[in-house]
C-alpha cells in the first residue's frame, strides 16, 4: 500500500514538473496556458478568430485525409494569434508544430492552410507508426512527404528539403489513401 501511494505521489510529481519545464507538454491541457477549447479538439488564445480557425481546421484536415487515411481522432489544434500565446507552449522560430500525436500549435504566422497541412501530417505519421518510428524514419520520407502532400506554394524549396520532396515523389506518388500507408509501412527504408 505504502509502495502504490509512493508511485502515486511521483507521477503526480512528475506531471507537474514536466508540464513546467517541459512546454510541449503543455498540449495535453491547453486551457491552464490561458486558451479557451471551443471543443476537445479546437483551441484559441482570441475566440474573435473562432470562425478562421474552424475554417482552416477543416479545410486542411479533409485535404490530408483525402490524400492519407482519416485520423483515428480528431487532431488537437491550438491556434496562438500572438506570438506570446505560441512561446507559453515552448515555441518561438517555427510557425506550426506538431507534438507528435498529442496535438499542434499554429503560431501566428502560422495560419496558412500549407504550413498547418505540412505538420498534420507529421501528425498523421506519427499516429499510424508510432512517435518513435516516425522521429527515425528518413528525413526524406518525414519531410519528404510532408513538403509533398502540403501543397507547399514554393516552386523550388530550400536543400535539402527540395531534394527529400523530390525523393518522395519519386517512390511515392503513385500511392494514395490506404496505398500510401501501406506502402510506407512496408518500404525498406533507404538512407540518404
Known sequence: MKLLKNIVILS???SIVAYFFIKPVRV???????????????????LSKIETAKKLYTRTLNDIESKLTPFNNNPKMIFCSTSHCYEK????????????????????DGWKPHEIKHELVHY???????????????????EGMAYSLSDNP????????ESYRKDYNYTFSQFKGLELKLAL???KLRYH
Open 12 to 14: 503526480l510529481l512528475l
Open 28 to 46: 495535453l491541457l491547453p486551457e491552464l496556458t490561458g486558451v479557451q477549447c471551443v471543443e476537445t479538439w479546437l483551441c484559441i488564445d482570441d
Open 154 to 161: 514554393k516552386a523550388v524549396l530550400n536543400e535539402p528539403f
Open 185 to 187: 509501412k512496408n518500404q
Open 89 to 108: 507552449f515552448g515555441f518561438s522560430r517555427s510557425k506550426v508544430n506538431a507534438v507528435a500525436d498529442f496535438g499542434m500549435v499554429i503560431g501566428p
Open 124 to 142: 498523421w505519421h506519427s499516429e499510424n507508426f508510432g512517435i518513435i518510428k516516425s522521429w527515425v524514419s528518413p528525413l526524406w520520407i518525414r
